[in-house]
């Protein structure tokens, strides 16, 4: 099974994956039955499309045994609870029509933000000013700006500038530049493809993997997957290998690894007063190996990016 999550599951465990907007580390913690928040994706396209199907049921869940009798929420109106920490600028507009909003811990919600139901701001995330945020679960400490739709971010990712991502499941440690947009709908309106899966959905946006770096404008087409540590430039017509710097299919150069460990480092600073753990760089170097016989197998020419 993990075998069909990669490269996702290279990087992260399977109980820090948030589909449907709850890991199941975090299902335990909360007291919540086996299965009964998190359902364990079997192919990467279930990411996305068990979060869709499952999230605005889960937050009515999360609601009726976590939130309604707890006092470190306050309901500000029908179904939109903030927790007690939390800071909300002005001009906020919240509707919860569709589904649970919840704004966890220590997170900002900068102003003439709206944000759309069913929808969790973790712990310390920021939405920042004139964002237009639905149907999503945003993961601790991460930013976000522009429009983010029908999608899962994890822990310490930005896309704090302008652009739309759609129906996708973004990783750790991302960041998408400015006018970065994902399509999740096909021209032709027939189901999407991702992954070799034949999948049945008609919106399906993108994989993007953990420590992916994607430059401004970059435009990402349907059902692709970015694999790990890849730095992106331009249009995305197809998936991309791992620990890749990609312009287009035929300018594909291999991303060496010193360079992959200290940018990591080099984020994880800019976050953290302390160093970039030992064992998160064993588990860059480890996905790195894994995937070299990917890149052999795409044509990914070896690289001369410098940090």
Known sequence: MADNLAPITLTRKMEDIHSGGFSMEEEKALGF???????????????????????CRNMELYKEKILKNNGEYKEIKKDVYLHTSILVGSNIEFN???????????????????????????EGATVNPHSYISNSYIGKH???????????????????????????????????????????LKNTYG???????????????????DHVKTAINTSIYTGKIIGIGAHIYGTV????????????????????????????VRM???????????????????????TESE????GVKEGKLTF
């Open 33 to 55: 039955a086996e299965g009964e928040l998190f359902k364990i994706p079997q192919a990467l396209p279930e990411l996305i499309t068990l979060h869709k199907k499952y999230f």
């Open 96 to 122: 919860a029509e569709k589904g649970v909003i919840v704004i966890e811990k220590d997170a900002k919600i900068m102003p003439f933000s709206y944000l759309v139901g069913p929808l969790r701001i973790d």
């Open 142 to 184: 991460s930013k976000v700006g522009g429009e983010v739709g029908g999608s899962v971010m994890e822990t310490y990712s930005n896309k704090s500038h302008y652009g739309g991502i759609f129906d996708s499941y973004i990783g750790s440690w991302v960041n998408l530049g400015g006018g970065t947009s994902n399509s999740n």
């Open 191 to 209: 189901p999407v493809k991702m992954a070799g899966v034949e999948t049945k959905e008609l919106f399906l946006g993108a994989i993007i993997s």
């Open 237 to 264: 017509t197809e998936d991309v290998p791992s620990f890749t710097n990609y312009i287009n299919k035929d300018k594909m150069t291999t991303i060496p690894l010193d360079v992959i460990l200290k940018t990591a």
């Open 268 to 290: 994880f600073l800019r976050r953290h007063e302390t160093e970039f753990p030992e064992e998160d760089k064993k588990v860059l170097s480890y996905a790195y190996t894994e």
């Open 295 to 298: 890149r052999k197998e795409r």
